[in-house]
């Protein structure tokens, strides 16, 4: 007969699969609306820093520093699974990566937190898995 798991060490379990969970919903991307038209975004950690990277050459942009392109051009997915590439100029841009990217990563990271305070909380095994 194997051992029945204690309260302590279901709740770990359960933290670290909310943990991968939470990962793999922020890497899934996000959706986003264009022009009325809403379309997906990859958010794996690629692009990621890809994102990251190009909102500071568009803040850059903003101050004033020269030599910086006008625009940007991303790849996005149409709702039929289409990819295509959007051209965003630098304030376009920084509103795609606060209201989605950014959006989706708090988002997505707050409910992990507050799953995980769940958790932490529960007083039974079916608590923590309800979780």
């Given at each position: 007969?194997p051992?029945?798991?204690?309260?302590e060490?279901?709740?770990?379990?359960k933290?670290?699969?909310?943990?991968?969970?939470?990962?793999?919903?922020?890497?899934s991307?996000?959706?986003?609306?264009?022009?009325?038209v809403?379309y997906?975004f990859s958010?794996?950690?690629?692009?990621?820093q890809?994102?990251?990277?190009?909102a500071?050459?568009?803040l850059?942009?903003?101050?004033?520093?020269?030599?910086?392109?006008?625009?940007v051009?991303?790849n996005?997915?149409?709702?039929?699974?289409?990819m295509?590439r959007?051209t965003?100029d630098a304030?376009g841009?920084?509103?795609?990566y606060a209201?989605?990217a950014?959006?989706?990563?708090?988002?997505?990271?707050?409910?992990g937190?507050?799953?995980?305070?769940?958790?932490e909380a529960?007083?039974?095994?079916?608590?923590v898995?309800?979780?």
């Amino acid at each position: 007969v194997p051992p029945v798991p204690t309260l302590e060490e279901l709740k770990i379990a359960k933290k670290a699969r909310i943990d991968a969970e939470t990962s793999a919903a922020i890497a899934s991307g996000f959706d986003y609306a264009v022009d009325g038209v809403t379309y997906h975004f990859s958010y794996d950690a690629f692009d990621q820093q890809n994102f990251a990277d190009t909102a500071n050459v568009c803040l850059m942009k903003q101050s004033g520093m020269p030599g910086l392109p006008d625009s940007v051009t991303w790849n996005a997915y149409t709702p039929d699974g289409d990819m295509v590439r959007l051209t965003f100029d630098a304030s376009g841009f920084l509103a795609l990566y606060a209201g989605g990217a950014m959006k989706h990563k708090n988002g997505t990271m707050q409910r992990g937190g507050e799953r995980k305070a769940a958790v932490e909380a529960a007083a039974t095994a079916e608590e923590v898995e309800a979780a």
